[in-house]
């Protein structure tokens, strides 16, 4: 399907091709996906709709692709996915997102993805992928994160623990953007001792200064100071 007049992608669209194996929208001018626009297409298993203007996916963008087993949105304008756009995906193996301008990831994106063998996030704007965000991907066999603005602190630990373990080959080691101190630096050289943040010091400090603070230690002093002059004094008197 092929056309310079297709920009969206609505409820109607597709009815009744319910047994639509392969979907591929190439090339288009695609910006919007209306919600539950795929639904009753059960039997469909692959989606390439690479090469257009699409900006957001929905929640309930694929609702119903019950048997989807590939999904490609690469060269895109991707900038939000919403929490659970992938619900009910559980087929599906390969996923690609690459060049798109996808800045957050949030937590529960993949949750639902338990037989994802491959996923493709190379050439976006991610800055961090906290480790609950892959933790589910437990077949995750490819994951592509090169050319992303990667800040290094704590909550890239489970990223780079994932891309040393093995698991998956890295190729294309992914590099820090921020801070100064490690840009440039690859996430496979870091470790966890790298991977700071400001708060966690500012957390331990605040605890070291309440477990040995000098005012409680002065205090203490003082009603010692005068617990011992009251004694001296009834003492004296009696």
Do not use: Q, W
């Not at 590939?70 to 304008?77: D, I, Q, T």
């Amino acid at each position: 399907m092929s056309s310079n007049e297709i920009t969206t992608i609505k409820n109607s669209t597709l009815a009744g091709l319910t047994n639509l194996a392969y979907l591929v929208i190439i090339g288009n001018r695609i910006s919007t996906i209306e919600d539950n626009a795929f639904n009753g297409l059960s039997k469909l298993e692959k989606i390439y709709m690479n090469f257009n203007e699409i900006t957001t996916i929905k929640t309930h963008t694929f609702t119903g692709l019950t048997n989807l087993r590939e999904l490609n949105v690469y060269f895109n304008s991707i900038t939000t996915i919403e929490d659970h756009a992938f619900r009910g995906l559980k087929k599906i193996r390969k996923m690609d997102l690459n060049n798109n301008k996808i800045s957050t990831i949030e937590d529960n994106v993949f949750s639902d993805l338990t037989n994802l063998n491959e996923l493709n996030l190379e050439n976006n704007r991610i800055s961090s992928i906290k480790n609950i965000t892959i933790s589910g991907l437990t077949n995750l066999r490819s994951l592509k994160v090169h050319d992303n603005p990667f800040h290094c602190d704590c909550e890239l630990i489970g990223l780079v623990d994932f891309l040393k373990s093995g698991r998956v080959p890295v190729y294309v080691p992914p590099r820090c953007f921020t801070p100064d101190n490690l840009k440039g630096a690859s996430l496979l050289s870091l470790s966890a001792a790298n991977l700071t943040c400001s708060d966690m010091t500012t957390i331990e400090t605040t605890t070291d200064e309440t477990n040995s603070s000098p005012l409680k230690e002065g205090s203490f002093l003082v009603i010692v100071y005068v617990s011992l002059c009251l004694l001296v004094k009834a003492m004296i008197n009696f």
